[in-house]
């Protein structure tokens, strides 16, 4: 294999000035880099446009934020009328109708037959936090676990539970103790050397278990902790940072019987699977279990900021149950703020009318197409994804499934980079995930024609790339 030649995409005047004056205010610990170089000033729908008036087709959707489209009318009304009424006054001390319009309806769309409460933030990884002090308080246990390749945000508590990049954790320690990170089931680079469906060959109280997960129960629960300590087990249905892996369908019925076993708080990350982006309201519902708390965000209210942190009643109502959090427990300023909500109210509403089945059939189509170049090249050694949250894994052997360098270019850029480069140049913009994947979540409104466009530029990209490196 050889290094090939790159060149990253060119920045517009308009651009290059409003990048040199963010590089003199911005924080340095951003993640941005040359190969996306978009500076926006517009968007609308599945488009964005650029300050030097170029148009790209955007398959990212703001890290599957924008699931509506960018600037759907009906929300910027929601908004707007919200906002000549009232545009803030404190949800955990006040009362107003669309914060409990909103919650009213996650209950309706969320997984389970049971009555639920909501705390409502201002991000995921506030969600997050929320779901870690909910089943502390509530089980009065020390001690957590979550997956290798997780990713629940960058606050002393989302870095903890969090094993995607180490880049992500390095310089704070020490963080939260107690936190145990078992293997998430990764097949396509199974830590064990297993091959799904045969790795399903253990069972935990009758309940198939794939292999990489009885390392929690036979190593981690025999000989590191003892169950009856564990507070939460928080999972993400699909993984999305750690590379848009999809476990295989025991997965997440194993992990509830074993939550059941030691009364242990199942948590699920749905920031970004959830809100229709599957081809279902949440990705835990393709294979129908119910988690104890379940946490959304990004998409909810189509690019303004909220988390939901929904949970079984009793979990968050001391009137239900004594062990739960006590008035002044928590609370946020901003979170269910009365315009935010009204945008989420609309967004569901949305997502609802046909978006969800645009997503399934729209993604098929997209999977398929991904497939077909698959089969063409030697680099791209799988396509996953439900719905519209696809993940290509870049490799470069396709029988060893050897991973490419870290470097494939004379100027030090990474396979990622590359391939999100070239696209950018050609007017589509996807991101990478992982250490050898791209991810594909587009706004849930594409069209099959948008399918087909970003399609057609992937693949002249991919035997671009092909040809530079055989």
Known sequence: MRIMDYTPPKIGPNAQKLIDRDRKVMFGAHTRTREIPLVVDHAKGARVTDVDNKTFLDFGSGFAVVGTGHCHPDVIKAAHEQMQKLIHISGCDFYYDTQVTLAEKLFEITPGDFEKRVYFGSSGVEGISAALKIARYFTRRPRMVSFLGAFHGRTFTGMTLSGSKKIQRAGFAPLIPENYHVPYPYCYHC????????????????????YCLSYLTDVVFQRLIDPEDVAIILVEPIQGEGGYIIPPKEFLPALREIAD???????????????????????????????????????????????????????????????????????????????????????????????????????????????????KHTIIGEVRGLGLMVGLELVKDKKTKENLPDVITHNGRNIKQVITGECFKRGLIIYGAGFNSIRISPPLIITKDDADEALSIINEVITHVEKGLL
């Not at 830590?191 to 794939?210: A, D, M, Q, S, W």
């Not at 393709?286 to 929904?310: F, Q, R, Y």
Request: hydrophobic share 40%; with cysteine; charged share 20%.
């Open 261 to 375: 076993a030691y009364g242990i708080i199942l948590a699920f990350d749905e920031i970004q699977c959830g809100m229709g982006r599957t081809g279902k309201w949440f990705a835990c519902d393709h294979v129908n279990v119910v988690p104890d708390i379940i946490v959304t965000a990004k998409a909810i209210a189509s690019g303004l900021p909220m988390s939901a942190t929904i949970s079984r009643a009793e979990l968050q109502d001391p009137d239900l149950d004594e062990r739960a959090w006590k008035s002044g427990a928590h609370g946020s300023t901003f979170g269910g703020n009365p315009v935010i909500a009204a945008a989420g109210i609309a967004s569901l509403r949305i997502i609802e009318d046909g978006l969800i089945e645009n997503a399934a059939k729209i993604g098929a189509h997209l999977k398929n197409g991904l497939n077909e170049i698959m089969n």
């Open 191 to 210: 830590l064990f050397n297993e091959t799904y469906p045969h790795c399903v060959h253990k069972k935990f109280r009758g309940t198939p278990i794939p």
